[in-house]
């Protein structure tokens, strides 16, 4: 306190103005003592209350500096954080604390949709420390605009005698606009419809049926700003679902997006009502933007990364993916792990494109990798070694589930068909090892898989060869 006092004091004495009020004073204090007098009194007085306003005055812009400090400063943390974050759950972590701290919320909700998943991750982190963060999950349907479900409506407008006439739904999934009412709709409800989007559809019964008819559509309340307000409504609606699955109060909501689509929102929660200040919402909004980007970075990356390791024409890993997961794979082997390969090669593949064109040895090979894909185990991890040959990596199999393995995949590929392209079958050749101790160098275990394959080829082709 003592310490704020000394603060204000020095300000007060750095400013012009704070100096001329205090000679002022001291003017008027002298000739109050020396010639007393009511004037003098009451310019004394006046003096003092412009002087008492100016402090206030000052210790206001003290605070509000303050304030705007703090609130950048709070900022920058979060960029810093940000800037280092190279996973979606780094990101989150990244702006929590901050955040929280920034805000005064009490609660922070981060909701994404994962790119890997059908579904809203919702993670919710108090600010307190040492509590613990909770996650949830939420259905993509979420991230749609609730006005827009609204806009839908089909509904069926019967006639009777001397009856007005009645708006019924007839979709089981459409929403009436609370705005309209259940089922009385009014005509100044009611207004041009949109140049784009879908057109709600009017049924009316005439003596001939049923006759459909554009329907105009029903008014929305004022939308604020990001494509007619949509993008607010999504992450207002986001907070609503977290409300109701954890009973937070005094919500504040900003939508993420990337790649111009909403793709979550980060929630805000405080357990008084009192209102949310100015600098909450624009260090949320802020921390949204800057978020989404952050999201956006790492989605791109992982994107470039996944295209890099995956083979586009039969949408397997590829020997770049095989290779760096063999170099992850021998950093973590135990004592105890044993590791197979599969070499797989289709027989005769060069014949198969001379006689029936590449397009057709393309989607022979896009075949292939499905059958190889669905044959192998869960854990196993099938790629496209180069051209015609696959390789299939096996973890922990002894040499019998190896061999079996491989045989699943000789039959899987054996009874694909190839009809429809002209093609009466093919088959594969399968080599196998299997490395049954540690020390064993992996790239051991793969030439005498190759080895493997090539006695299956001089052998008759279409069979499995162990090593």
């Known amino acids: 306190m003592a310490e704020r006092a000394g603060s204000l004091l020095r300000g ?37 209350v412009a002087g008492a306003i100016t402090v206030w005055e000052h210790e206001r812009e003290v605070l509000l500096d303050g304030s705007r400090r703090g609130e950048a400063e709070s900022f920058a943390r979060i960029l810093r954080g940000l800037s280092r974050s190279v996973s979606p759950d780094a990101i989150v972590d990244a702006i929590v604390e901050e955040l929280g701290a920034g805000t005064g919320a009490d609660h922070v909700a981060v909701v994404r949709r994962r790119p890997e998943t059908r579904n809203l991750e919702a993670i919710l982190s108090p600010t307190r420390p040492g509590a613990a963060a909770s996650r949830t999950t939420l259905p993509l349907r979420e991230l749609e605009d609730p006005a827009a479900e609204q806009a839908v409506v089909e509904v069926a407008i019967t006639a009777s005698r001397g009856r007005p006439l009645t708006a019924i739904p007839v979709v089981p999934d459409a929403r009436v606009d609370p705005h309209l009412g259940s089922l009385g709709i009014s005509p100044d409800d009611w207004v041009a419809p949109a140049a784009s989007g879908p057109v709600p ?21 004022h939308a604020g700003p990001g494509r007619d307000g949509a993008d ?39 357990r008084t009502n009192a209102p949310w200040p100015e600098s909450a919402g624009r260090l949320l909004e802020a921390a949204a933007v800057e978020t989404s980007a952050a999201l956006a970075r790492v989605y791109s990356m992982r994107d470039a990364e996944a295209r890099a390791t995956t083979d586009a024409l039969t949408g397997l890993p590829n ?65 496209r070694f180069g051209g015609e040959e696959f390789a299939v990596l096996l973890r922990n199999p002894s040499l019998e589930i190896a061999v079996e393995v491989g045989e699943r995949v000789r039959r899987s590929v054996s009874s694909l068909d190839l009809a429809r392209m002209g093609v009466p079958g093919v088959s594969v050749s399968v080599g196998v090892a299997v490395a049954e101790e540690a020390d064993i160098p992996l790239d051991v275990v793969i030439d005498e898989a190759d080895q493997a394959l090539y006695r299956a080829k001089r052998g008759g082709r279409d069979r499995v060869v162990a090593a």
Do not use: C
């Open 319 to 383: 020997r770049r993916y095989f290779d760096e997961y063999l170099g992850l794979l021998s950093r973590r082997r135990r004592a105890e792990d044993r590791v197979g390969v599969l070499m797989v090669d289709i027989d005769r593949f060069k014949l198969l494109n001379d006689t029936f064109g590449h397009a057709v040895g393309d989607h022979v090979l896009r075949e292939v990798a499905q059958a190889i894909a669905g044959a192998v185990r869960e854990g196993d991890v099938p790629v």
């Open 12 to 48: 007060l004495f750095r400013r012009p103005v704070t100096l001329a009020f205090i000679a002022l004073a001291a003017v008027e204090f002298v000739r109050l003592l020396l010639e007393p007098s009511l004037i003098d009194l009451v310019a004394l007085a006046l003096v003092g």
């Open 201 to 221: 559809v009017l049924r009316e019964w005439t003596g001939a049926g049923l006759a459909t008819r554009s329907a105009p559509r029903p008014r929305r309340p």
């Open 232 to 270: 607010q409504r999504i992450a207002d609606r986001i907070a609503r679902r977290l409300q109701d699955a954890y009973g937070l109060r005094n919500l504040r909501a900003a939508p993420l997006r990337v790649n111009g689509r909403v793709e979550g929102a980060i929630v805000l929660s405080r």
